[in-house]
């Protein structure tokens, strides 16, 4: 594509919501979903936790944080797998680090708006920072997120200082700053995920009665952090994947060059990351003698997901980056997301409580998911918002000799 063809919002005005207000499907199925979430959250936070879930005492942790929190912090590890990529490993794919940091600062943010939602008082969040638990696995998780959203927004404050700088010249000067931190920030991000991706996983440690043992490790941590990696690789591709089919039209040349190199760049990363997570798995697994295990109804889910969903992407993604196969990395993208989704609702939710009768075992209410939904789509709203009017995709004009 031309770049003269590329649609360059900054260049016409400062707000272009014409495409958030055509009668399209998708802008109806958007508004719909917009319209229920809210009527929801209105519900939740007038009529209290209770009215839209069916959390109990055996089970406190519900979807909102199987898929909100757990999903949510290790699907947006795209961010700091990116960033280390490019800035500390020197993988000359620049184009990719924006994209990538964006969707990570919105996936931190909705993560925090998410579990506003759990919490028994939503203006409880900010209590830890006054009382602090020092020796709690939460305070760590919630310290680490909240400094590390902080980072990503000063990553990601760079593209919006280029949309508003012809507005306000005077962010072109806090832009330089926030060019020079870039490696400093790099190393402060990976270091603070390396801490909460990990202790996300250190959060069921203390329930080996309550998790199924091929699910439950002393090694937890490792490979929450682990299976993170894959997830920051996998939905860089993913991601990707959907911009090139919906805002094509605002990449330019050097991004729509770049992109299929990084699909396979971080498909090879992703299959080597995939395998060592398999092996780790299994090795823990015969380590800790749970093969009597794999006999069982959990034992084939078990195996399901470590066949379909950890060494199969693995090989797929070996194969499509040997062969140079976009589609197949694509495809395998999209399953090692699957599996990741389905490795945290089985740590989470369905082998959690596995010894309860089925009449006592938690499933989410339809409010639940609604609410989920919510999330994600508001998260998709946002983004198409960010990439409409901001330098995300492609290079700004006014700041391409300026890094």
């Known amino acids: ?166 507005r306000f010249p005077w962010l072109v000067k806090w832009r330089k700053v926030v060019i ?37 490790s002393p090694f937890m941590p490792m490979f929450f952090f682990v299976s993170s990696m894959a997830a920051g690789a996998s939905m860089v591709i993913f991601e990707g994947m959907f911009a090139h089919k919906g805002v094509h039209q605002y990449m330019d040349k050097t991004h729509l060059r770049e992109a299929d190199q990084v699909v396979f760049s971080f498909a090879r990363a992703a299959s080597f990351i995939l395998f060592a997570y398999f092996m780790l798995k299994l090795i823990d697994m015969l380590v800790q003698a749970n093969i009597p295990y794999l006999f069982t109804g959990y034992g084939a889910w078990w195996m399901v997901e470590m066949l379909g969903f950890v060494l199969l992407p693995a090989l797929l993604y070996a194969k499509g980056a040997r062969e140079r196969r976009l589609g197949l990395c694509r495809f395998a993208a999209a399953n090692t997301v699957i599996g990741i989704v389905l490795n945290r609702f089985n740590v989470s939710m369905i082998a959690f409580n596995y010894a309860l009768p089925s009449s006592e075992r938690y499933f989410p209410s339809i409010w639940e998911i609604c609410i989920s939904i919510f999330v994600v789509t508001m998260i998709v709203t ?17 700041f391409r000799d300026a890094h």
């Open 180 to 216: 020079k931190m870039t490696i400093p920030l790099t190393i402060f991000g990976v270091t603070l995920s390396t801490l909460h991706q990990s202790s996300l996983g250190s959060l069921y440690l203390i329930a080996p009665g309550k998790l199924y043992p091929l699910w439950y």
């Open 1 to 166: 594509m031309a770049e003269h063809s590329i649609v360059i919002p900054t260049r016409d005005k400062l707000f272009n919501l014409g495409e958030f207000f055509r009668p399209t499907p998708g802008n109806i199925i958007t508004a719909i979903i917009l319209a229920v979430g809210l009527t929801i959250t209105i519900i939740r936070f007038t009529m209290g936790i209770g009215s839209v879930t069916n959390l109990s005492d055996n089970q406190p942790w519900g979807m909102w944080i199987g898929f909100d929190l757990l999903c949510g912090v290790c699907l947006a590890a795209g961010g700091y797998f990116t960033t280390v990529a490019c800035y500390i490993m020197g993988v000359n794919y620049h184009s990719a680090i924006r994209p990538a940091v964006t969707t990570a600062f919105l996936g931190y943010a909705f993560v925090v708006i998410a579990l506003l939602y759990d919490l028994g008082h939503p203006l409880r969040l900010p209590f830890m920072f006054f009382f602090p638990g020092t020796t709690s696995v939460l305070f760590e998780v919630g310290l680490c997120v909240a400094t590390y959203l902080t980072v990503l927004f000063v990553e990601f404050s760079v593209a919006p200082m280029e949309w508003l700088a012809s």
């Open 382 to 398: 946002v983004y198409r918002f960010i990439v409409y009017h901001m330098p995300v995709l492609y290079e700004h004009p006014d």
